[in-house]
């Protein structure tokens, strides 16, 4: 195909922009030599327009709810992978043969203990903390253990850490939470999977056995799955923002955590969940009226776990988890009225045309939570289980980052429109 050149007519002259050629979906406008040829640069704010890199892990058509990981439907990964084979996946390129992947979850195994010394660390927070502050904290925290692996121009370097992070994750987000409810730390089982030793974490206890029950861990599993990996959002842009300063793996994630914490990222699985108890609690709101509130322009609510940056369409997770929740909730014996109202919700979101004309549907934290609280897990635990998912997606995000030859420290511009060239006044005079 002939190279192709976007025109761009401004103050009189003419630029010519080369395109960068995607796969599939949206082209990109070169716009990396505007500055040094014209003297001005674009505005995006939230970088709604622009792309930051070239990518080959995750695809999305947000208008046809359309998401895949190195080609393959998130719907198929999600009824057939385990959670450490999507981690192969992202971070190696290709699914894992049988060998390949037991070696993989073997190799994760030897390092799922924290240092012994990490245990000083998590006491000192107050039993108060939120997990997701513990999570970050002790992601940078551990980094500290492994200094000789922070080059990221190692690739063996990488892979060990890749490694290490996978592993050591659902020991601090378990023993996160045991601190939070002021019971012992229960350390990993390495002849259980991912899954099962991340449940034995969270749920064991010293005093008595404690049995997985394999509804839960599938769930949890599908869960894992579901969040791997999303592109360029805004805790995997963090990450990748971060590691261009060439900063270690472990602080670009813990980065990474934090970004995800917010509210209107991964935060918003804890607040649907805050969101449906107060309708449940307040006998004067329903369904109508949190949709009243959502649309009201002098009301900065929203209606959490709606809305999506790309998908202008069902977000195909919520999709998988809508339809999956009831099968959750029916095997471990649960009618929950928040889900019966997330219904209500939903069906009276989609009948607006609030809703519909700006193509506001369910995004994945709509019913994750509910999925989340069905097994047990308490509400702020909810985006530490987030953050567990999504950590093969930030880790494949950074290395692909630092292997690709046009990465530069992200260092966006401005427009200034500040005051300029004031004379200093005195303190006594102002
Ligand atoms: N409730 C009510 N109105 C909404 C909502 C919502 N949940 N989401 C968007 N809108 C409205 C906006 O007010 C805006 O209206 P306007 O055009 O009249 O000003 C319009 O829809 C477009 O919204 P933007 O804020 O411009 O969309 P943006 O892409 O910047 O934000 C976001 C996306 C942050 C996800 C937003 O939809 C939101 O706040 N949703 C609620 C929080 C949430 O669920 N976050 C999780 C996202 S998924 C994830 O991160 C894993």
């Not at 472990?250 to 805050?274: C, K, M, T, Y």
């Not at 934290?365 to 289980?385: H, K, Q």
Request: net charge negative; with cysteine.
């Amino acid at each position: 195909m002939a190279e192709r050149h976007a025109q761009l007519s401004f103050d009189g002259k003419e630029y010519e922009l080369p395109i960068v050629e995607p796969t599939i979906g949206n082209a990109g406008i070169n716009i990396a030599k505007l500055r040094a040829t014209s003297g001005d640069v674009t505005y995006d704010p939230g970088f709604a327009n622009s792309a930051g890199a070239r990518s080959t892990i995750t695809y999305i058509d947000g208008a046809a709810g359309v998401l895949q990981h190195r080609g393959y439907a998130i719907e198929d990964l999600a009824a057939n992978a385990s959670f450490l084979e999507i981690a192969y996946l992202l971070l190696r390129g290709k699914l894992p043969t049988q060998t390949e992947l037991d070696d993989w979850a073997d190799e994760v195994r030897m390092h799922t203990l924290l240092n012994e010394e990490m245990k000083r660390f998590f006491d000192a927070f107050p039993k108060s903390a939120h997990p997701m502050a513990i999570l970050s904290s002790a992601t940078n925290a551990i980094s500290t253990f492994y200094e000789e692996y922070h080059d990221p121009t190692d690739a063996a370097a990488f892979d060990e850490s890749a490694v290490r992070l996978l592993a050591k994750m659902p020991t601090i987000a378990a023993w996160a939470y045991k601190k939070s409810i002021g019971m012992p730390y229960i350390y990993p089982r390495n002849d259980l999977n991912y899954v099962e030793n991340f449940l034995h974490m969270m749920f064991a206890a010293p005093t008595a056995s404690y049995e997985v029950d394999p509804v839960i861990a599938k769930a949890v599993n599908v869960l894992f799955v579901l969040h791997a990996d999303h592109e360029q959002n805004c805790s995997t842009a963090t990450v990748r923002g971060v590691g261009s300063s060439q900063a270690n793996l472990f602080a670009s994630v813990g980065a990474g955590i934090d970004a995800l914490w917010g509210p209107l990222h991964g935060g918003a699985n804890q607040r649907v969940i805050e969101m449906l108890q107060t309708i449940v609690d307040d006998p004067d709101a329903t369904a109508k009226s949190v949709i009243a509130r959502a649309k009201d322009p002098n009301d900065p609510f929203r209606l959490m776990g709606f809305g999506h940056r790309v998908y202008k369409n069902y977000d195909p997770r919520a999709r998988v988890l809508r339809s999956y929740a009831d099968d959750v909730l029916a095997a471990v014996g649960i009618k929950d009225p928040l889900f019966d109202i997330a219904k209500e919700l939903e069906q009276a979101a989609l009948e607006d045309d609030y809703f519909i004309e700006r193509k506001l549907f369910p995004n994945v934290d709509f019913y994750s939570g509910l999925i989340f609280r069905a097994l047990d897990f308490p509400t702020r635990m909810f985006t530490v289980l987030f953050a567990i998912g999504r950590l093969p997606g930030w880790m494949s995000q950074w290395k692909e980052m630092t292997e690709d030859p046009d990465t530069r420290i992200m260092r966006p511009r401005q427009i200034y429109v500040g005051d300029i060239n004031k004379a200093y006044v005195p303190i006594e005079d102002r």
